[in-house]
């Protein structure tokens, strides 16, 4: 949140940053709650385009969101290899990502934004959430995202309860907004549970399937200026055979191992682009391109657009 309001040249004050003129209206608010609850209250509407990025992380934590976006003239949210975009209405939701992804927002100006994340450790969701406490709550994560249960549409009670924590009144006390998120929370685990009953187990991961497969993904985008390690090296490397190797991948990061090596390339392309450091021709030698009409495809096929157009 600092860093935050360095950015946009504004106050940091009473865990809120004011959005100054300049930059649009509205507001993100910190609210610190029991049991090591951090949440993040967001209501604004910016004058330029905004590209937000949450890169992954070691630690392991959570972060329930419940978002509703208004008066649309662009947003996308990618949470690793699913990009869901939106060009027009509205749209709300209720989702639960982890630290194994990066998240990213392309958010166009003019967009309305009201937003409600909440920072989860492990063990909050297994004393709260009825995670099996048995089981590692990683495990039971990715259960519950190869059954694809981990997003649902904001009813009505859940709007209420949104709109009340979206209420930025100073006399608002911790316990009024601690309730409130605990009620929506518990309405979204309701769901999973439902969702569950009915839904066979795709698949299984063991502690040390998921340490394998996460050492795996970082030797693959390790080094971008080089080819990746094809599925015989990855597979050895970490004594699994390369059909469970290429299954449990998938079912972790969502795409087979090379087109999440891609993918990600192209994300560094862009990321590279976007800082003005960089021409189009060092980017795509950087990331390992000889031919550089080859890297421009590449590119286009990602986002839709070459290399120059995004400079434009």
């Excluded at 990746?228 to 090296?233: C, K, L, N, Q």
């Amino acid at each position: 949140m600092e860093d935050l309001a360095e950015f946009l040249g504004a106050e940091f004050a009473n865990n809120t940053v004011q959005f100054p003129e300049a930059t649009g209206s509205g507001y993100m608010k910190l609210v610190e709650l029991p049991d090591g609850v951090e949440a993040l209250i967001s209501h604004f509407r910016l004058k330029h385009d905004m590209l937000l990025e949450r890169k992954k992380d070691n630690s392991e934590y959570y972060t329930f969101c419940c978002e509703e976006i208004k008066d649309v003239t662009g947003f996308s949210i990618t949470i690793e290899s699913d990009t869901y975009a939106l060009e027009q209405n509205g749209q709300s939701a209720l989702y639960l990502t982890s630290f194994l992804y990066d998240v990213g927002y392309s958010l166009k100006k003019n967009t309305l934004v009201n937003s409600i994340r909440v920072l989860l450790k492990p063990e909050w969701m297994k004393k709260y959430l009825g995670f099996d406490k048995g089981q590692g709550v990683l495990q039971q994560y990715l259960e519950l995202k190869t059954a694809g249960v981990l997003y649902k549409k904001i009813d009505a009670e859940a709007r209420q309860l949104f709109s009340e924590l979206l209420k930025n009144d100073k006399s608002n006390s911790t316990l009024y907004y601690y309730s409130r998120l605990l009620r929506l929370i518990e309405k979204f685990s309701a769901s999973l549970d439902e969702q569950m009953l009915r839904q066979p187990k795709t698949m299984e991961f063991s502690s040390d399937d998921i340490e394998r497969i996460r050492k795996i993904e970082t030797r693959l985008i390790s080094d971008f200026s080089v080819p990746p390690p094809t599925i015989p090296e990855l597979a050895k490397s970490v004594a699994l055979s390369e059909s469970k190797l290429k299954s449990l991948f998938k079912a972790v990061y969502g795409l087979p191992p090379f087109e999440y090596f891609q993918k990600h390339r192209m994300e560094k392309a862009r990321v590279m682009l976007l800082s003005n450091k960089y021409s189009i021709k060092d980017v795509g030698y950087a990331l390992g391109y000889v031919n550089l009409s080859n890297f421009t495809l590449a590119f286009k096929k990602q986002f839709g657009q070459l290399p120059s157009e995004l400079l434009k």
